[in-house]
T-cell receptor
Framework: AQTVTQSQPEMSVQEAETVTLSCTYD???????LFWYKQPPSRQMILVIR??????QNATENRFSVNFQKAAKSFSLKISDSQLGDAAMYFC????????????FGKGTSLLVTP | ETGVTQSPTHLIKTRGQQVTLRCSSQ?????VSWYQQALGQGPQFIFQ???????GRGNFPPRFSGLQFPNYSSELNVNALELDDSALYLC??????????????FGPGTRLTVL
């Protein structure tokens, strides 16, 4: 069974600063996808960034980037120039490439952004 | 693309009752997945439907069942409700082809409380 571990229940960052959220996963598969989702108080899960395991280059989306270490099974999210609107629960998720679309989620990290 | 809607927003039921939750996916999204998110946890995969047939299931008992209709709507039915069924229920849809076929688009969820 695949598991996703987020070891930081809560993180805090000041506005304009940089924060890194950690995620590790356990799998024996070679083809898979990794995602970071953001869930604000409105509850709607929003995709932040995704990474295909076969790609060596780390994904970036504007202020969001990942550090994907396949051998270490690590997938951290870096948020640069943090904004108040970044405050939310962040979930790391994993999906095996050919098993349909079922996502395995971690327990989440609550990010607080202070002015 | 994030046009997934769910109804109702909130629901209160008593133990032993049955409940039906509804989801409306975007046109062309013929894969729908349902997740259960308990308080303080990440979403857990319940099952997935593709073209009106179940094609994947998580570790949930048979009293959790679903339907998918040709008009891109779907239902999650839960029989014999238990207190532990209290959670946020999320549906997510995906297109089966195209540049976005690896992504899931989530609805805002239905908050179910079982008393």
């Amino acid at each position: 069974a695949q598991t996703v571990t987020q070891s930081q229940p809560e993180m805090s960052v000041q506005e304009a600063e940089t924060v890194t959220l950690s995620c590790t996963y356990d799998t024996s598969e070679s083809d898979y996808y990794l995602f970071w989702y953001k869930q604000p108080p409105s509850r709607q899960m929003i995709l932040v960034i995704r990474q295909e395991a076969y790609k060596q280059q780390n994904a970036t989306e504007n202020r969001f980037s990942v550090n994907f270490q396949k051998a270490a099974k690590s997938f951290s999210l870096k948020i640069s120039d943090s904004q108040l609107g970044d405050a939310a629960m962040y979930f790391c998720a994993y999906r095996v490439g050919f098993s349909g679309y079922a996502l395995n989620f971690g327990k989440g990290t609550s990010l607080l952004v202070t002015p | 693309e994030t046009g997934v809607t769910q109804s109702p927003t909130h629901l209160i039921k008593t133990r032993g009752q049955q409940v039906t939750l509804r989801c409306s996916s975007q046109s062309g999204h013929n894969t729908v997945s349902w997740y259960q998110q308990a308080l303080g946890q990440g979403p857990q995969f319940i099952f997935q439907y593709y073209r009106e047939e179940e094609n994947g299931r998580g570790n949930f008992p048979p009293r959790f069942s679903g339907l998918q209709f040709p008009n891109y709507s779907s239902e999650l039915n839960v029989n014999a409700l238990e207190l532990d069924d209290s959670a946020l229920y999320l549906c997510a849809s995906s297109p089966s082809s195209g540049i976005l076929h690896n992504e899931q688009f989530f609805g805002p969820g239905t908050r179910l409380t079982v008393l």
